[in-house]
Nanobody, 123 residues
Framework: QEQLHESGGGSVQSGGSLRLSCTDL?????????MGWFRQVPGKEREGVAT???????WYAVSMKGRFTASKDNLQHTLYLHQDSLKPEDTAVYYC????????????????WGQGTQVTVQS
């Protein structure tokens, strides 16, 4: 049963922008106040992109800081990732995740994962 629904991926030219969305379909039923974005390229390990804790504090991977912005709409139970100045090396499947523990998210672990959305950046 899908619990985290992602959308917004696609194909853009280098330097372009995208906004990814992740809606928690089970919000309120389970305690998972911490959310994050991750990405994975075939043959490589999944890497953290950004996380937002229950207090709203955010963390970004160094290579994405300044280009990506994570935000959360608590009323809509939706996590966003605004991606600007996209580069070909940002091409990956992007996943959102939710967990009660920010520490687990920072270790790329979570109890709940979205199905993933493909982002392709063309040079």
């Amino acid at each position: 049963q899908e619990q985290l629904h992602e959308s917004g991926g696609g194909s853009v030219q280098s330097g372009g922008s995208l906004r990814l969305s992740c809606t928690d379909l089970e919000a309120g039923r389970r305690r998972r106040d911490c959310m994050g974005w991750f990405r994975q390229v075939p043959g490589k390990e999944r890497e953290g992109v950004a996380t937002i804790g229950a207090n709203g504090r955010s963390w970004y991977a160094v290579s994405m800081k300044g280009r990506f912005t994570a935000s959360k709409d608590n009323l809509q139970h939706t996590l966003y990732l605004h991606q600007d100045s996209l580069k070909p090396e940002d091409t990956a499947v992007y996943y959102c995740a939710a967990d009660a523990s920010l520490l687990r998210l920072r270790r790329n672990e979570a109890d709940y994962w979205g199905q993933g959305t493909q982002v392709t950046v063309q040079s």
